[in-house]
């Protein structure tokens, strides 16, 4: 029996996540924007498992508008650490 791929799955990045789980597409991974790890297999409830183990006691305090800004702070400062890595 052949082994399944995950590329064949056509599993597609879902912009919600952004918002309930801190996480973005990196490379075709998905990368948790807190602790910047990266989630092996793209499933919504990968993501989830993660943020309520690692993350959710100190982040669901953060409702609609404070989690959108927080969300475009932890973008931010990914988007400076890839360019620092890039430059060195």
Not at 42 to 62: A, C, I, P, T
Request: positive net charge.
């Amino acid at each position: 029996m052949a082994k399944r791929k995950r590329e064949g799955e056509g599993r597609v990045f879902r912009e919600k996540w952004e918002r309930d789980y801190f996480f973005v597409e990196v490379k075709s991974m998905p990368t948790c924007l807190i602790c910047k790890k990266n989630v092996s297999v793209l499933k919504e409830y990968n993501l989830k498992r993660h943020y309520e183990s690692q993350h959710s006691k100190s982040y669901d305090q953060y409702t609609a508008q404070s989690r959108d800004t927080l969300l475009q702070e932890l973008k931010r400062a990914l988007r400076a650490s890839e360019a620092l890595e890039s430059q060195g």
